[in-house]
C-alpha cells in the first residue's frame, strides 16, 4: 500500500473529520486543514484520541488549509460550495491530486435537491479543475455519511466509493484511497463532468435518511 | 399484492419490454405498446413465450400506445428521451399513475453523460408531469439494466428501486411494482424534483458497464 501524505481541506467540518480519521486508521499522515490553524489543532487532537491503540495509524495533525495544502501529495476538498471556489482560488494545488468530495446542495420547503451549477453544465469537482488548472481533480467520497465514517467500524463494507476524473493518475489515487473507507477499492466511474451526476445524488440520500431514519449510502451491484 | 393492469409505452424497446416482463411474471397484466400495434404484437408473443411455465404470470398483449393506455390503471413510459414530450402529449393519461424510467442522456467522445434539461432545473419526469397535469407522475425504475431484466433469475435481489414522486398515492404504486423486479419495495427517494438527480445517474452506471465489462445497478446500504 502506498502511504499518503493527505491535506484535508476544511478537515473540522464533519464529513472531512471523518474522512481524516479513515485515512489515517489505514496508516496515512493526515493534516487536517482550517481557516485558522488553532481551530485545526483541537480537531486533530480529538482525531487522535480516537485512534489511540489503533495499531499502524496514522499521523493526524492541524494546520491553516494552506500549510495543510504545502507538504501534502493529495489534498482533500471538504468543504462547504458556499465560499469554494474563492477559498480554492487561494490554494497551493499545482501538481497535486486534488479529491473532491463537495456537494453542492440546495435546501427549501420540498426537501434537499442538488443546486445548479453553470445551467447544469457544470460541478463543484469541474469549477475546482478550472480554478487550479495545474492540479488534478478527481471527484470521489460524496456519498459516505459523517455519521457512519466517524464509527467504530473497521471498514464501511456495505458501501462503494465512485471516483470520477479525467486522468488515470488521479483516479487511480482515489481509488486506492477508498480502501481505507471500505476495504476495497473505489470504483472508475468514468471522466470528471460525471461529478454533475455524483455530487447531487447526495441529495437523494439525504432525502432517503429522513424517511427512513438512517444513514445510507451507495453500493454499486453487478460488479462484485 | 394488488394486481395491475400495465401500459408499457415504448413496449417494443429493451427497458420497456424487460420490465413488462418482469410485471407479468409476477402476475401483473401488462400491454406492451407502439406506435403501431403490428410492431407491440411480435414483441408481447415473444414476451408471453418466454413465460411460458412461469406459475402465475400475467397475460402480455401488444397494442398502439394509446389504446394500451386506455384500459390501464398504470401507464410505463420507457421511451427515448427525443419525442419524449411530443409523444407523451398525445396519450391519455388523465387520472392514472404514470411511471418514468427515461433517462435523458447525451453520448460525445468523452461517454456518456446527463442530458441538460430546462438549464438543470428539469428532468423527463417533471416534462410529463407538466405536459399531463391530471396524470400523477412518479420516476422509477431508471437503473436496472435491460439485460438483466432478461434475465432468467426471479429477482434482481442485489438492486434497489429508487422512486421519486410528489403524492405517496403514485409513489405507493411504484413501490409496490418494485417487488416484481427486485422482490422488494422500492425506496421512497423523495420528491418528483430528484428525477434530476435519478435519471442522468444512468450516465454513470453505463460508464462503470463500459469500464468493467458488467452490468451494474444500484443499491442504497444502510436500510436493510
Known amino acids: 500500500m502506498t502511504t499518503f501524505r493527505i491535506a484535508v481541506i476544511g478537515g473540522t467540518g464533519p464529513q472531512g473529520k471523518g474522512l481524516g480519521y479513515r485515512f489515517a486508521r489505514h496508516g496515512h499522515t493526515v493534516v487536517l486543514g482550517s481557516r485558522a490553524a488553532e481551530k485545526a489543532v483541537p480537531v486533530a487532537e480529538e482525531v487522535t484520541a480516537r485512534l489511540s491503540g489503533v495499531e499502524g495509524a496514522g499521523e493526524v495533525t492541524g494546520a491553516s488549509n494552506a500549510d495543510a495544502c504545502a507538504g501534502a501529495d493529495v489534498v482533500l476538498l471538504a468543504v462547504p460550495y458556499d465560499g469554494h471556489d474563492e477559498l480554492v482560488a487561494t490554494l497551493p494545488l499545482e501538481g497535486k491530486v486534488v479529491i473532491s468530495c463537495v456537494n453542492p446542495l440546495a435546501f427549501d420547503k ?20 478550472r480554478i487550479a488548472p495545474e492540479a488534478t481533480v478527481v471527484g470521489a467520497f460524496h456519498h459516505v455519511s459523517a ?46 463532468r460525471l461529478a454533475r451526476q455524483l455530487e447531487p445524488l447526495t441529495a437523494v440520500l439525504i432525502s432517503i435518511n429522513k424517511r427512513y431514519k438512517a444513514h445510507s449510502g451507495v453500493r454499486i451491484s453487478g460488479l462484485h
Not at 455519521?147 to 483516479?171: I, N, P
Open 147 to 192: 455519521v457512519t465514517l466517524w464509527g467504530e467500524a473497521d471498514y464501511l463494507d456495505d458501501e462503494d466509493v465512485l471516483v470520477c476524473g479525467d486522468t488515470a493518475e488521479g483516479k487511480a489515487v482515489a481509488i486506492e484511497l477508498a480502501r481505507s473507507v471500505t476495504g476495497r477499492d473505489g470504483i472508475d466511474a468514468g471522466k470528471l
Open 110 to 129: 420540498q426537501g434537499p435537491h442538488g443546486r445548479i451549477i453553470d445551467d447544469g453544465a457544470g460541478s463543484a469537482a469541474e469549477s475546482a479543475q
